[in-house]
């Protein structure tokens, strides 16, 4: 059990390239959290904005969606542009073209405008400003084990890392509402803007690596990004059967780090059938290694978690 004293604490799931199994952890920690020997029922989050897929198999009610507004975007009002062209010379990124049927205006190009604004402030009659936009929808949907906060940045959009920060933020207010003793973030690949916004404020990151020579490269990469902040850090290692020279290798890093190992995964065709039904494999398949050797993970993250809670 959790402890449910102090702080929410945050945990959050990470993994330094795609594939290596986060998000199905992630949902069966979820699932697994509401059983009655933990009785948690977190908060999640699934901060991966740019391709979130956690509602995939949290079957999730979705509620309804809130506009994420960004960055500004420069836009010429045509009936007061002159064509003096002052502003073309200033924009860097080749933005600002001639009207194609006037040829005495020109026209921004909301592809390549960067929204440095430089056009704004050279243009003589005032005749551009910077207009914000919209770049996606967050959402507070209802899944049968708790609340989910998740996002979806619209296609070529920016700010994936603010909009993590604004998912984030909801649901830390959302679990101090409720007061529940944790939230659960199914963090993004890679070592980005995203994942950095992901990791702010963490109590505790778990890395899911695998048996490879792109795992164990990534797995310093994301490693290196949580010692630079500070977030500690554990590790697990998903299909460890398949390649033990990979997991001797990981071990030695592990060792090296001193980054504690909290169990392996192996390789097990009833991840990808419960995948295929849309829901966790520790409730399709309870008893499968794999369901096994994850709830034995989920439990000495609880009791790190509460060894977070004993240091603060």
């Not at 330094?16 to 199905?24: A, E, I, Q, V």
């Not at 950095?196 to 994301?222: M, N, Q, Y």
């Not at 460890?240 to 780090?257: H, L, R, S």
């Amino acid at each position: 059990m959790l402890n449910s004293i102090g702080k929410t604490k945050q945990l959050v799931m990470l993994s330094g390239k795609g594939g290596t199994g986060k998000t199905s952890l992630s949902a069966a920690f979820a699932q697994l959290s509401h059983l009655p020997e933990y009785g948690i029922q977190p908060v999640f989050v699934d901060a991966d904005v740019d391709a979130a897929n956690l509602s995939l198999v949290l079957n999730p009610v979705l509620g309804s969606p809130q506009e994420f507004w960004g960055g500004s975007l420069a836009r010429i009002n045509p009936n007061l542009c002159t064509g003096c062209g002052a502003c073309v010379p200033v924009c860097r990124y080749d933005a600002v073209l001639p009207d194609k049927d006037e040829k005495s205006v020109y026209w921004i190009d909301p592809v390549a405008c960067d929204g440095c604004a430089a056009c704004v402030y050279v243009c003589p009659e005032q005749a551009i400003q910077m207009v914000q936009q919209q770049e996606g929808n967050w959402f507070q949907s209802t899944t049968p084990y708790g609340t989910l906060f998740h996002a979806e940045l619209f296609p070529g959009r920016e700010n994936s890392g603010k909009l993590v920060t604004l998912v984030k933020q909801q649901a830390r207010l959302w679990a101090e509402d409720i007061k529940t003793p944790l939230i659960l973030l199914d963090g993004p690949p890679g070592i980005g803007c995203p994942v950095i916004a992901a990791c702010a404020g963490a109590d505790l990151a778990l890395i899911v690596t695998e048996p490879s020579l792109a795992g164990l490269h990534d797995l310093k990469r994301v490693l290196g990004t949580l010692n630079h902040f500070r977030v500690p850090s554990m590790l697990c290692i998903n299909k460890a059967d398949i390649y033990p020279e990979g997991v001797q290798q990981i071990k030695a890093f592990a060792a090296e780090q001193e980054l504690k190992i909290l169990g392996e995964i192996p390789f097990d065709e009833k991840i990808p059938q419960a995948m295929l039904q849309g829901v966790s494999v520790t409730e399709c398949y309870p008893d499968s290694p794999a369901s096994l050797s994850i709830r034995k993970i989920w439990g000495q993250l609880i009791q790190q978690l509460n060894g977070c809670e004993e240091a603060s």
